[in-house]
């Protein structure tokens, strides 16, 4: 059988205040094209098919036609949701819609259940382990389990709660799926920071203070595990443990090459991983210089066609900058000035400036970057912020 791995779609996201729905289109179109042309048997959607627990309109429309063209081709479809995604407000209806062929799992609603999807060559164990939010588990969950993170002879429950994490209650939900394992193959698709993958600028951290992190290990004994939340496709330990990262940028971080993962397996669960990249999508790029290089239009032909990100390096004021540089660059999203200079005035800090008085800090900043020592009137504008700076903190 053929399996298609995907996660962290995003739908009804932005790219600054730029609106990806064309984009999103053009990638869900592209993607059922693919699907068909694979002659897939199943769909993963690894978690976050939204960006946010609400989302806009044309967002839960765009996922509802996407779900019937695939439904129409024949494949099903195996989802879940991930940290972005209200499981509540996307998984009312699981039960309706497995009889469609559409397996949405979301929140701790039958968390661990496995679901066997007899395929044209065999049965398949499914396990859909969504994103699990810690403080969000009943009282007994994920603290009573044997986790090193969650010691059993923690007795207080207050304590139990403080020490549950994102991994102590996934290893939950995994143990019991494992346990319900019979078909000899079996996929598990879940929604986790696994350790030692790397990450990228535009993932929402699972928890706070290091808990979001899950080992490999959790997800021992099954024969392909697909996962979501981290934005760059990779493998983890294994070329069996895998994120298939977003379909699209969504952060300048973002500049490597999209894809989406073809997994095909036997019925012994052996399996033969691929990727296909994305042939859609608009790409993300950082051009620096001062405006004059940048407003060439012989420089960054590529970038013209990119979200772009500019970081203008002239001395002094430069008024209108963003709407300059985008009759150049009309998909800009962010202009950074920072004059030469400026890198270095932000490294160490000059011996003895601590014990300085905040202006004439102030001043020696402005005379590092631009070379000379302010103007009146430019004085006169340093002095005002820092006394609204303080008037602020006295607040």
């Known amino acids: ?56 309109v044309d967002a839960i429309d765009l996922f509802g036609r996407t779900v019937k063209r695939l439904l129409d081709l024949g494949v099903v479809i195996a989802a879940i949701t991930g940290n972005h995604d209200g499981p509540d407000r996307v998984v009312p209806y699981s039960d309706l ?31 859909l382990l969504p994103y699990l939010d810690p403080h969000s588990a009943n ?47 079996s996929i598990a698709v879940a929604h986790a920071y ?22 490999a290990s959790v997800f021992e004994g099954f024969s392909y595990v697909a996962l979501g939340h981290l934005h760059r496709p990779q493998s983890v330990g294994s070329e069996t443990v895998r994120y298939s990262g977003t379909p699209l940028a969504y952060s300048f971080s973002e500049q490597h090459p999209k894809s989406v993962v073809v997994v095909d397996m036997d019925s012994n669960g052996t399996t033969e991983v691929s990727t296909v990249r994305v042939g859609v999508g608009r790409a993300v790029q950082t051009v620096t210089g001062k405006m004059t290089e940048l407003l060439d239009p012989a420089s960054h032909r590529e970038a013209q066609r990119c979200f772009v990100r500019a970081i203008v390096t002239d001395r002094g004021v430069v008024l209108n900058a963003k709407h300059q540089l985008a009759e150049l660059y009309p998909f800009v999203t962010e202009v950074q000035l920072m004059p030469d200079g400026m890198i270095q005035a932000l490294g160490a800090a000059p011996a003895g400036v601590r014990d300085l008085e905040p202006i004439d800090a102030a001043r020696q900043f402005w005379e590092e970057v631009e070379g000379s020592t302010p103007s009146e009137p430019e004085d006169a504008v340093l002095v005002d912020a820092l006394r609204r700076a303080n008037a602020r903190e006295a607040m």
């Not at 993170?149 to 996934?170: A, G, K, Y």
């Not at 696994?194 to 080992?215: F, H, M, N, P, W």
């Open 139 to 185: 009282d007994s969950y994920g603290v009573d389990e044997g986790s090193p993170d969650v010691p059993n002879e923690v007795d207080d429950l207050v304590e139990q709660r403080r020490r549950r994490t994102h991994e102590s209650v996934l290893r939950v939900a995994a143990n019991s799926a494992r346990q319900q394992l019979r078909s000899g193959r």
């Open 194 to 215: 696994v350790s030692g993958a790397t990450t990228s600028d535009s993932e929402r951290k699972l928890t706070i203070g290091g808990t979001d992190e899950v080992q």
């Open 97 to 127: 819609l497995d009889q469609t062929g559409f397996y949405l799992r979301g929140g701790y609603h039958g968390v661990g259940e496995v679901i066997t999807h007899t395929f044209s060559d065999g049965p398949l164990d499914i396990a």
């Open 1 to 56: 059988m053929r399996i298609i791995h995907t996660s962290d779609w995003h739908l009804g996201r932005n790219f600054g205040p730029l609106s990806l729905y064309e984009d999103q289109v053009e990638f869900t179109n592209w993607f059922v094209e693919l699907v068909a042309d694979q002659q897939a048997d199943l769909v993963v959607i690894a978690g976050d098919l939204y960006d946010r627990a609400i989302p806009p």
